[in-house]
């Protein structure tokens, strides 16, 4: 009897996780599938099992340059954000003492508590011909005429990389304070320098922190609507942009869906190439 | 302006009385953001005893859309853009109007636009605002006469200095009125010499901009010109910055207009046609003309009589002939052209 009834346990406690990921992941996901594979004929959806909407991706020059405008910006966010945090995540876990380590966490996620719109048009106006850093440079002679920084890829990317680093914080803190001194404390036994006990001890073991870290920024940048819509003035569009024109006005919800189709094939094979570090039970 | 506003309250009331004793209820109603100024919809809702409730969306694909995968009777009453009307007809999203109810006879003649609100002499909307998609600039950083000719604006004097508004329709209409092309003649032959202005544009600026990022470009003097803006993009900031103001260049300009209509699956037609009366009346018309989110003009001539003089000049009022006589509605494709001009929009945008 108990064994029976502990034998329903699981499927008891996993039955609410597959019923949420089946209704909230598993069924549009097919339903996005569906759609990606039906053609808008003049405005009429035409459900079917064509391929047109990816050929698109061959034959309209401005589609394939999203996708490469897309990586492009993730990869560079990705590798500043990692460069910054790690260093700032390191000086929160072992230069400042413990009992400061809590508000120094919240002080690097403060940014997190304003609307991510709002933080994105705050950036925006910084960066102004007649923004706050423009001024400063002018005001210190290092230039003598405002610079574009606003409506650039450069702002895109300080935007995201600003939201990111917070996270990559986080993610690469709680994988240093996990570690325990005594391996450092084995490697300078040893005779390696600081360096060599970070490049051959810290840096592997903190991998996992890094790689969960930089997977979620992946992840969450290149889906990113607002960012570059505001802050990178539309000077060249990444794939969200382009598959919000495609429902503005026509309601082109194949090719849109087609899209959203590869932004997730391309998530799923940095997936695959980073699992084999990815933990993300450590969240 | 106190008597103006006692007037216009007054007015109000007695307009709406006769429909006062309509049952209370609540009209559901798909918007563009210039419906959700509570200065436009309290005095309706008060005289009515309605409650209004008002969703904003962007882009007809995506109001056609919403209004697709709703059930019958969410929704009540449509505003849409003045082009495509038709597109909500085909469709069997809109109801008839009844033409007696509507003061057409009022309306500034050019954008009583039976043609983009009728089908098959059927009326299904009505035009309510129209303005302009034109030049905005900034006149204590450009040189107001270069502001009248189209090339010049997008000349390299001003490289680096110009804002496109992010709109394929109305900005490739601009580029085709550079080109001595009516925007009711694109076609696909016409795209290469819009094709090249549209890169000429785009290789001259600094950003293409949204409403509230064009706003705030050329607010802030990230921008001096706008292209595609027009009194929409600047009334709101005329008190605070004088100096941005709009033209319509030599060439002319682009016009825009929205229309509003009554859903055929609504269970409340009857306060939705009300509702239609009140922001086609000069009240309404008054108070949409200028409501918070953007200023445009009414489609009724009478709202004069309920806007105050400064208001009639930000709007450019007394230039209104003059103006309609030397824009063109902005380009309606259909569907093919429409695919091959937002493909040489992006193009151009990822160049």
Not at chain 1, 158 to 183: C, D, E, K, R, W
Not at chain 2, 311 to 322: C, V
């Amino acid at each position: 009897m108990s064994t029976g009834h502990q034998r329903l346990k699981g499927p008891g406690f996993v039955t609410p996780a597959l019923i949420w990921t089946f209704a909230f992941f598993v069924v549009p996901f097919l339903v996005m599938g569906t759609m990606s594979l039906a053609t808008l004929e003049g405005r009429t959806l035409v459900w079917g099992l064509s391929l047109a909407n990816y050929a698109e991706l061959t034959e309209k020059a401005y589609l394939w340059r999203a996708i490469m405008v897309s990586l492009e910006i993730t990869l560079t966010v990705t590798v500043v954000s990692v460069i910054l945090a790690y260093p700032l995540a390191w000086i929160i876990a072992y230069r400042i003492p413990p009992r400061w380590q809590r508000l120094a966490l919240l002080l690097a996620i403060l940014p997190f508590w304003t609307s991510y719109v709002v933080r994105s048009y705050a950036w925006l106006l910084v960066l102004a011909r007649e923004g706050v850093v423009n001024q400063t440079l002018i005001s210190m002679g290092l230039i003598s005429e405002p610079i574009t920084l606003a409506n650039t890829r450069f702002a895109t990317v300080t935007g995201f990389v600003h939201f990111f680093v917070m996270l990559l914080t986080l993610t690469i803190y709680a994988n240093l304070v996990q570690l325990s001194p005594n391996y450092r404390r084995a490697a300078m036994d040893l005779g390696a320098s600081a360096f060599q006990t970070f490049r051959h001890v810290v840096l592997p073991l903190t991998l996992p922190g890094i790689v969960t870290g930089a997977f979620l920024t992946f992840v969450l940048c290149i889906g990113d609507y607002v960012t570059p819509q505001i802050l990178g003035g539309n000077t060249e569009l990444t794939v969200p942009q382009v598959i919000m024109v495609q429902l503005g006005r026509r309601a082109d919800f194949p090719l849109a869906s087609a899209l959203a189709i590869v932004l997730m094939a391309i998530v799923t094979l940095v997936y695959i190439l980073s699992a084999r570090w990815l933990r993300l039970d450590r969240l | 302006m106190n008597r103006l506003k006692t007037a216009l309250t007054g007015t109000t009331v007695l307009t709406l009385a006769a429909g006062a004793a309509m049952a209370e209820g609540e009209l559901n109603a798909l918007v563009w953001c210039d419906h959700t100024d509570p200065g436009l919809i309290e005095p309706f809702e008060q005289a009515f005893g309605v409650k209004v409730n008002l969703r904003e969306y962007e882009g007809t694909g995506a109001a056609l859309a919403l209004l697709e995968q709703s059930r019958p009777g969410d929704w009540d009453v449509l505003v849409i853009d003045g082009i495509d009307v038709f597109r909500a007809v085909d469709a069997g999203l809109l109801a008839p109007l009844p033409d007696e109810a509507l003061p057409t006879d009022d309306f500034f003649p050019q954008v009583v636009m039976a043609e983009n609100n009728s089908v098959d002499g059927v009326t299904y909307a009505v035009t309510e605002k129209f303005g302009y998609n034109t030049i905005s600039y900034n006149a204590d950083k450009v040189d107001p006469a270069d502001m009248q000719n189209l090339s010049a604006v997008w000349s390299e004097k001003y490289d680096g200095r110009i804002s496109i508004y992010d709109y394929y329709l109305p900005v490739m209409g601009l580029a085709a009125i550079a080109n001595g092309i009516d925007t009711a003649g694109i076609d696909g032959a016409s795209l290469a010499a819009i094709g090249s202005t549209l890169g000429e544009m785009r290789a001259r600026a600094a950003s293409v901009a949204g409403v509230v990022a064009a706003q705030t470009a050329l607010a802030t003097g990230e921008v001096d010109i706008v292209v595609g803006g027009g009194e929409w993009l600047t009334a709101v900031l005329a008190e605070e910055q004088p100096e941005l103001t709009w033209t319509i260049p030599q060439e002319g300009a682009v016009r825009w207009a929205q229309s509003i209509g009554v859903l055929e699956s609504s269970e409340n037609k009857d306060m939705a046609v009300e509702f239609v009366k009140y922001i086609t009346s000069p009240e309404g018309q008054a108070r949409l003309a200028t409501s918070s989110c953007f200023w445009g003009m009414p489609a009724n001539a009478k709202a004069g009589e309920f806007l105050t003089d400064a208001q009639k000049n930000t709007l450019r009022w007394d230039e209104q002939p003059d103006y309609l006589a030397r824009t063109q509605l902005y380009p309606a494709p259909d569907t093919d052209l429409d695919i091959e001009m937002q493909d040489l929009w992006l193009d151009t945008l990822q160049q």
